[in-house]
């Protein structure tokens, strides 16, 4: 979802909508076809790449590591020929999650494209702003980050084939048909790389999530924000989870995927998905409490998510215009533990302009 969480400024974010302009709908039984797919879409209002890992240095030290490309088409100023109209608008977040600081560092980017700047390709994956990059090189995701207080240097390289999410590639989020996204995963990516905290580099390995997904649509109306789940199963296996929350809390639609160590993939139904809190924690900053805790359901089997560490809150007001939790979480079931991922949590705040 998250993807998995295209957040905009909320003043563009509504003026296409607001303006009527004519974005490309996402429809059922579109095929998606690589390499083209893996670079961005133009054309659609909001897109995002986000990878997501837990990673350790040689001392056993763990690390959770968050990388997010956006790209949004505001719809304005589209027949303007100056190479500074904002057509589209790139923002960028990293964060770094390690148990001993206590709270998450964070940063972000936010820029127009133009003059080799800020660019998203469309034939293949290579977005970056300034120093900030995500690329496919070589058959993996490189990211090269440099941030206030950490920088990362990683490759992510695919041990498995890329997962279609919903029905192959077309994910509802809604009740309307029309509440959708085209939508793919790469998880159980190997990583490998340096980094740094405080000018200091560690070499580190690990596991990591990718999500690449866009759409034209806004939420469904009610919803004030998602709860999204993606967790590498130590087994081999890859499971993906959301629901999309209303006002009172209620599920206004849920979805997910499985896929097992031999391969074999399960969609599931709105019914058969939910996420019930445990034990919430209260932002000192912001005021904000989430459910940093959280059973998720999928197809009748239980995974207790339970948080790296419980500051993990970024604030991205400075460039999307909103806050939201984004954690690392170890997957246990009878308390062992079963999968390593992150988990999403949206508009406990304020409402997602979305």
């Given at each position: 979802m998250r993807r998995r969480a295209f957040l905009a400024c909320p003043?563009?974010?509504?003026?296409?909508?607001?303006?009527?302009?004519?974005?490309?709908?996402?429809?059922?039984?579109?095929?998606?076809?690589?390499?083209?797919?893996h670079g961005s879409h133009?054309?659609?209002?909001?897109?995002?790449?986000?990878?997501t890992g837990w990673v350790k240095d040689g001392s056993g030290g763990e690390y959770g590591v968050q990388i997010t490309f956006f790209r949004h088409r505001p719809g304005v100023a589209e027949d303007n020929p100056s190479a500074f109209a904002p057509k589209q608008l790139l923002f960028a977040h990293a964060a770094l999650a390690q148990p001993e600081h206590?709270?998450?560092?964070?940063?972000?980017?936010?820029?127009?494209?133009?003059?080799?700047?800020?660019?998203?390709?469309?034939d293949t994956t290579q977005v970056w702003i300034g120093d900030w990059s995500l690329a496919l090189d070589g058959g993996a995701y490189a990211a090269r980050i440099a941030a206030r207080g950490f920088a990362f240097d990683l490759r992510f390289a695919p041990t498995q084939r890329l997962l279609p999410e919903g029905d192959g590639g077309y994910s509802r989020k809604g009740p309307d048909p029309r509440q959708a996204s085209y939508y793919y995963s790469a998880?159980?990516?190997?990583?490998?790389?340096?980094?740094?905290?405080?000018?200091?580099?560690?070499?580190?390995t690990g596991t990591a999530w990718l999500d690449h997904e866009w759409s034209s649509e806004l939420m469904a109306s009610g919803a004030v924000g998602w709860d999204w789940a993606g967790v590498n199963l130590a087994d081999g296996g890859a499971l993906m989870?959301?629901?999309?929350r209303?006002?009172?809390?209620?599920?206004?639609?849920?979805?997910?995927?499985?896929?097992?160590?031999?391969?074999?993939?399960?969609?599931?139904?709105?019914?058969?998905?939910?996420f019930l809190p445990q034990r919430r924690w209260r932002s000192p900053r912001t005021g904000v409490e989430y459910p940093v805790a959280m059973t998720v359901t999928a197809g009748g089997v239980?995974?207790?998510?339970?948080?790296?560490?419980?500051?993990?809150?970024?604030?991205?007001?400075?460039?999307?215009?909103?806050?939201y939790w984004e954690?690392?979480?170890r997957a246990q079931q009878g308390g062992r533990e079963v999968g390593r991922g992150y988990l999403e949590l949206t508009g406990y705040g304020e409402s997602l302009q979305l």
């Open positions: 003043l563009l974010l509504a003026a296409g909508a607001a303006r009527g302009v004519d974005y490309p709908r996402v429809v059922p039984g579109v095929a998606l076809a690589f390499p083209r797919d133009p054309a659609f209002r909001t897109e995002w790449w986000y990878l206590g709270r998450l560092r964070h940063d972000q980017r936010a820029a127009r494209t133009g003059f080799g700047l800020a660019e998203a390709r469309e998880p159980q990516l190997a990583v490998s790389g340096t980094l740094a905290v405080e000018g200091r580099p560690v070499a580190v989870a959301f629901r999309m209303g006002r009172n809390g209620e599920t206004l639609w849920a979805g997910g995927t499985h896929r097992d160590a031999d391969g074999k993939t399960r969609t599931f139904a709105p019914g058969e998905v939910a239980d995974y207790a998510l339970l948080p790296l560490q419980d500051d993990q809150e970024l604030d991205s007001r400075a460039s999307t215009g909103t806050l954690g690392a979480v």
